[in-house]
């Protein structure tokens, strides 16, 4: 146990989500912003060995070889060890990470392939606050290099089925509330994701609030006519004038409203 509790704290953990931070245990370490580069770029490729030549030209596309590959040692001597070993591992050809280290990255892109595949969920199968914390965000959040706004849109992708597929389940097993704070994030993710919207709408009705259900209707139908100049789709044009029919008459009851609300949407 004495042994344990020190390799255990020297561990390092990488984030990408939202913003670059990278912890030795619990504390945060410093990194300068050219090895921070090297790093999260190597990170991004997996875990695998990638030639030098390609980091150099990847992260100092402007520069002449020569003064990118001064670029590269300069970020290589700056990364920061663990234990005494080198984050950042090199041969005369190929760069890599330590094997053992943490990207957070790539924990929830596992997660969440193991989400969509999920038929229902149970009381253990999925942490609701863990998942909105982990897909409410982008990849590296404010940086602009081609390298990472070509892995930011594949993240952004895949939370947001994340996020429809975690609301749909979340639908079904009843968990309403829990339904609506996946919509709110994945609405705030993307405004103008139809998904999330009729998310919001169908649980709302599921709660019996027909009042917020029509606000949250009418925000998107506005935000679509003052972007866009479209109308929302049949799917979320029928769900809305189905809930209207019935609440105009004695239909507007509990069975009535979650059969409307939890049928699969029509397509479009």
């Keep these: 146990m004495g042994e344990g509790t020190p390799g255990s704290s020297s561990r390092l953990s990488l984030s990408l989500i939202r913003d670059f931070e990278l912890r030795r245990g619990d504390t945060v370490l410093e990194v300068a912003p050219i090895a921070q580069r090297l790093i999260g770029f190597l990170a991004l490729q997996g875990n695998r060995s990638v030639r030098r030549a390609y980091v150099s030209g990847s992260l100092w596309l402007d520069a002449p070889e020569s003064r990118a590959s001064a670029s590269l040692r ?9 234990n005494g070993a080198p984050l950042v591992g090199a041969s005369n050809t190929h760069l890599w990470l330590q094997p053992d280290l943490k990207v957070d990255l790539h924990a929830a892109a596992e997660r969440a392939r193991r989400v969509l595949d999920l038929p229902s969920l149970d009381a253990s199968s999925v942490d609701i606050n863990r998942e909105l914390s982990d897909y409410a965000d982008d990849v590296l959040v404010g940086w602009y290099d081609e390298w990472v706004i070509a892995e930011r849109e594949r993240f952004r992708q895949l939370r947001l089925h994340v996020l ?20 709110l994030v994945a609405v705030a993710s993307e405004p103008l994701r139809e998904s999330a919207h009729r998310l ?68 479009g």
């Excluded at 300069?74 to 663990?82: D, G, L, Q, V």
């Excluded at 429809?164 to 919509?183: N, P, T, W």
């Excluded at 100049?229 to 009851?253: F, H, K, N």
């Design 164 to 183: 429809d597929q975690l609301g749909e389940l979340l639908l079904r097993a009843h968990r309403y509330s829990e339904a609506v704070q996946v919509g």
């Design 200 to 267: 919001l709408v169908r649980a709302h009705l599921c709660e019996g609030n027909l009042a917020e259900a029509l606000r949250q209707y009418r925000t998107y139908a506005d935000l679509l006519a003052r972007e866009l100049r479209v109308r929302p789709s049949a799917a979320m044009e029928g769900l809305i004038s189905d809930a209207m029919t019935a609440a105009s008459t004695s239909a507007w009851g509990t069975e009535t409203r979650m059969a409307k609300a939890l049928s699969p949407p029509a397509a």
């Design 74 to 82: 300069s970020a290589i001597w700056r990364s920061p060890t663990c």
